[in-house]
């Protein structure tokens, strides 16, 4: 029997994971915003191509997790590129997002998620302090900061954390669990267009300050916004989607300050 694609996500290991190690002096990316919360922080950057467009969906997903490097059974977020959808957007693990799109509750774009383990109940959190959120109007790029108490769960509090799973994801729908006729483009971290590649996320360590970057890895290529139709990737052009460079991740920073 032919097993789709999105279940494949669901049900093996994620195993293809990075342990990333800290390169540089612990500065803040640019943009973003100078430490304002007690406790040890988390900041994330994430830029398209293009000039993010507050109609479509970007999500940082977060996971918290105390093991101390892959192959401990750690597993992470890994984007859903076609149906059954589930949430529409991710599966895998993941506790908490941050997502940028039009009509959060806060009144802004901005919104900070939690969201229950089977990844179908998703709590707002806010939009503002203790979770900065910014962009500027026309941007490619946004900043976040996150307190990493926030990401805490019952089972792995603050003093516990070890590592984060993180992942990034652009798409330009997320479809309710029946829709299978609108077309769903996505990039997520490292090729999307290559079928292997996602089920893999990055890890970083939070029990020292350090800043991770795609310029240390090469980790996300440009060009690879995809859609996948009967389990095959389609490399997506802009004669498919004119600002196909509003989905192109092409850039990420997340530093942690301990």
């Excluded at 032919?2 to 994620?14: D, G």
Aim: charged share 10%; with cysteine.
């Amino acid at each position: 029997m032919q097993v789709s694609l999105p279940c494949l996500l669901r049900r093996l290991p994620l195993l293809a994971c990075l342990l990333l190690l800290p390169t540089g002096c612990a500065k803040s990316p640019d943009g973003v915003p100078s430490n304002s919360s007690s406790g040890p922080q988390v900041f994330v950057t994430m830029t398209v191509a293009g000039n993010l467009n507050p109609n479509y969906y970007y999500f940082v997903l977060f996971n918290v997790n105390e093991a101390k490097g892959p192959g401990t059974g750690i597993t992470g977020p890994v984007p859903v590129v076609a149906a059954p959808y589930g949430n529409g957007f991710a599966a895998g693990a993941f506790t908490n997002y941050v997502e940028y799109h039009n009509g959060q509750p806060g009144g802004t774009n901005f919104g900070f998620w939690t969201i229950s383990s089977d990844l179908l109940t998703p709590s707002y959190l806010g939009s503002s302090s203790p979770y900065l959120i910014q962009s500027r109007a026309g941007s490619s790029t946004f900043t976040v900061q996150i307190p990493l108490a926030a990401l805490a769960t019952a089972s792995t509090p603050t003093a516990a954390i070890q590592n984060i799973e993180v992942n990034f994801i652009a798409t330009n729908i997320v479809p309710p669990p029946g829709d299978t006729l609108t077309a769903k483009y996505v990039d997520s971290l490292y090729p999307t267009n290559d079928p292997g590649s996602l089920n893999r996320f990055i890890i970083i360590p939070t029990t020292q300050s350090g800043i991770y970057q795609n310029s240390d890895q090469n980790l996300e290529p440009s060009g690879d916004v995809s859609q996948y139709v009967n389990g095959f990737p389609i490399t997506v052009t802009p004669s498919q989607l004119p600002d196909v460079g509003s989905l192109d991740i092409t850039d990420w920073s997340v530093r942690v300050s301990s």
